[in-house]
């Protein structure tokens, strides 16, 4: 079952702009464990090289939509939100998996997790599967 409002038959844009909405409610929460690891984010990104995590979160209201889709953006190794909305849409829609897979979407699925991409690929062409960047780690998707 796909995650409301993210079925297939999005852009890669019209996806991370509705992705971006979704991490930016989690920003804004009360909850520390919504709110931390998307500030985490943004922070490592350097979108806010000025401020510290520890900083940001007391400030987290004031956060907007274009700070977390400049994240998405160096996230993916774009230098920004507007090189990315002209260049995402003609990158495949696997480029947006590690998005997908914090969404869920692949939870009907065996995963299993490596340190890096290496070891992934290792471990890949023995078993087969699927890989995912996921930051400096990867995981291997395989059906049951």
Not at 22 to 33: D, Q
Not at 71 to 91: G, I, M, N, Y
Request: overall charge positive.
């Amino acid at each position: 079952m796909a995650e409301p409002g993210f079925g297939g038959a999005l852009s890669n844009s019209d996806f991370l702009r509705r992705y971006a909405k979704r991490l930016l409610r989690a920003a804004r929460s009360e909850r520390s464990s919504e709110a931390l690891p998307v500030l985490r984010r943004i922070v490592a990104m350097q979108v806010t090289p000025e401020i510290s995590v520890a900083e940001l979160f007391p400030l987290r209201a004031s956060l907007q939509l274009k700070h977390v889709l400049h994240t998405l953006a160096r996230e993916l190794a774009f230098p920004s939100w507007e090189t990315c909305s002209r260049q995402v849409d003609a990158r495949p829609s696997s480029l947006l998996d590690r998005y997908r897979f914090e969404l869920g979407m692949f939870r009907d699925f065996q995963t299993n997790w490596f340190p890096d991409m290496g070891a992934a690929q290792g471990w890949q062409r023995e078993h087969g599967g699927y890989l995912i960047a996921y930051g400096g780690q990867a995981v291997a998707i395989l059906a049951h």
